[in-house]
């Protein structure tokens, strides 16, 4: 059975080091011949999912970024070994919301994930989280 | 990495040209300019994105602040030359129902000034 093509990173928790990552994207998905809009929004679901890592896990070891080139979908998996969270007690933010009231300003990251890629899955316990996403290759591209 | 690059006053718009990526130090530079120039009697700010190319989320959020001081002064806060992610991550946010969005300076400037 054919192996899919896998690219793996490990980040260290430094400021900025999520663009190493859309480096990575970058690369690949010019690879695998996918547009420019559906490149940066990789990039972009990236960097919120490194993001997300960075801070939200707690972890002070490294991430790990594994990029499985499929030939209908880039898949990417980021994994941290922090400790955890309960996907369900997540509110998805909402501007109004948010202007004019003492209500934090952050929280984006999620919603920007699911707008921008064409599937977003968490598995998560207390010894760490694995976000999946996944860009699904048009069929002209 | 990221900085503001330039600022220059046309009229009553302050135009901020910002350089790199759009992160929370950037956010925090331009809510602190803007801060500054609100407490001068600054009501108009103009954000050129033409050398910052890609954004995130904490970065962008800073902006809902800058909106906020804005309202009580009844100031309004406008982007021009968003690269297209750009463009699509304020939309998702939701901050394009704040904030007006500009092909180029030339553009902004006319419909704000």
């Known amino acids: 059975m054919k ?4 690219v793996e990173l490990k980040l260290p928790i430094i400021k900025d080091m999520e663009l190493v990552a859309t480096h990575t994207s970058d690369v690949i998905s010019k690879h695998m011949q996918l547009s420019e809009d559906d490149t940066a929004e990789i990039s972009m679901a990236l960097i919120e999912a490194c993001i997300n890592a960075f801070e939200h896990s707690e972890t002070k070891e490294e991430i790990y970024i594994h990029f499985i080139i499929n030939d209908d979908n880039l898949t990417i998996k980021v994994i941290d070994k922090g400790k955890g969270f309960d996907a369900s007690s997540i509110k998805l933010p909402n501007i109004d919301e948010k ?6 300003k952050r929280g984006w990251g999620l919603m ?30 | 990495m990221s900085k503001i690059l330039n600022t220059e006053s046309k009229g009553d718009i302050t135009i901020i040209s910002t350089e790199g990526y759009f992160n929370k130090d950037l956010g925090e530079d331009l809510k602190n300019f803007t801060d500054q120039e609100i407490k001068k009697g600054g009501k108009h700010f103009l954000i050129n994105l033409k050398e910052s190319k890609i954004v995130n989320s904490i970065g962008a959020s800073i902006l809902i602040e800058i909106i906020e001081e804005l309202q009580t002064v009844d100031g309004t806060l406008s982007f021009c030359n968003l690269s297209p992610i750009i463009g699509k991550t304020f939309k998702i946010m939701g901050l394009t129902k704040y904030c007006t969005t500009y092909e180029n300076e030339e553009e902004a400037v006319n419909a704000i000034g």
């Open chain 1, 99 to 104: 202007v004019g009231s003492s209500e934090r």
């Open chain 1, 112 to 141: 920007l994930m699911q707008e921008l890629m064409d599937k977003v899955h968490f598995e998560s316990d207390d010894s760490g989280t694995t976000l999946t996403m996944t860009k699904n290759k048009e069929k002209d591209e």
């Open chain 1, 3 to 6: 192996k899919n093509p896998t």
